[in-house]
């Protein structure tokens, strides 16, 4: 059984920085390709950033580009997302995913498994 769990969420200001973690099992994750997206109150669930399963090689949407970093350790079967200089507008519930050899992807059906998700506050 594959779970995907998500940790790290919080409540914090402006400006401040979070590092979410997504712990995968069930599954070899070295040959996953792993993405987080997330989804605000009333809005589509959008692409943040994906690491792929080999190189590997990452990707951000253009509204973290220079803020969050994606990246991966094979031997703790977990991802990460480091988010600094966090906005009010990052608020959202963050979500981990995971493609078996996938190019990481910005497409959400292109994602076999997902976690349930962890929220992320960012006041003003």
């Given at each position: 059984q594959v779970q995907l769990v998500e940790s790290g969420g919080?409540?914090?200001q402006?400006?401040?920085s979070?590092?979410?973690s997504c712990a995968a099992s069930g599954l070899t994750f070295s040959n996953y390709a792993m993405a987080w997206f997330r989804q605000a109150?009333?809005?589509e669930r959008d692409?943040?950033?994906?690491i792929?399963?080999?190189?590997?090689?990452?990707?951000y949407a253009d509204f973290v580009k220079g803020r969050f970093t994606i990246s991966r350790d094979n031997a703790k079967n977990t991802v990460y997302l480091?988010?600094?200089s966090l906005k009010p507008e990052d608020t959202a519930i963050y979500y981990c995913a995971a493609d078996m050899w996938g190019p990481g992807t910005y497409f959400r059906s292109r994602y076999d498994y997902w976690g349930q998700g962890t929220?992320?506050?960012v006041s003003s």
């Open positions: 919080g409540l914090v402006a400006g401040d979070l590092r979410l109150p009333g809005k692409f943040v950033a994906a792929t399963w080999r190189g590997p090689t990452t990707y480091q988010m600094n929220q992320v506050t």
